[in-house]
C-alpha cells in the first residue's frame, strides 16, 4: 500500500525559512511526478510544486516562485519542498501527492496523498 508522509511543518516568523519532507512508503513501478499542495483555513487546496520523475521538469505557483525549490532523493523515495522568505500568506496545511501519470498542477491528477503539515507564519 502506497503511504506519503509529510513532516517539517511548524511555526516560523515572516522572512524565515523550512524544509518539507515527504517519505514514500509502499511499491511503485515505474515514474511518478511528485507535487505539494497547500490549504489555508477557509480557502480550497492549491497547487505549489511539482516535481517530475528525474528531477529535470519542476513547476511552481506565481507567489511562491523565486522563494521556494523543490527536489527529490529517489533512492530514499523523499521529495523536499524549501522555503524561504516566508510569508504570513505561506500559512496552511501543506500536503505532497503522487501522479502515477501526469505532470500537472491540477489536485485531480494525484492518485495518492498524505496527511499533511502544518506550515504557521507569524508576522
Known amino acids: 500500500q502506497v503511504r506519503l508522509v509529510e513532516s517539517g511543518g511548524r511555526l516560523v516568523q515572516a522572512g524565515g525559512s523550512l524544509r518539507l519532507s515527504c517519505a514514500l512508503s509502499g511499491r511503485i513501478v515505474g515514474g511518478y511526478t511528485m507535487g505539494w499542495f497547500r490549504q489555508a483555513p477557509g480557502k480550497e487546496r492549491e497547487f505549489v510544486a511539482l516535481i517530475n520523475w528525474g528531477g529535470g521538469l519542476t513547476s511552481y505557483q506565481d507567489s511562491v516562485k523565486g522563494r521556494s525549490s523543490i527536489s527529490r532523493d529517489n533512492a530514499k523515495n523523499t521529495v523536499y519542498l524549501q522555503m524561504n522568505n516566508l510569508e504570513p500568506e505561506d500559512t496552511g496545511v501543506y500536503y505532497c501527492?503522487?501522479?502515477?501519470?501526469?505532470?500537472?498542477?491540477?489536485?485531480?491528477?494525484?492518485?495518492?496523498w498524505g496527511q499533511g503539515t502544518q506550515v504557521t507564519v507569524s508576522s
Open positions: 501527492a503522487l501522479s502515477l501519470r501526469q505532470i500537472s498542477q491540477e489536485k485531480g491528477a494525484y492518485e495518492y
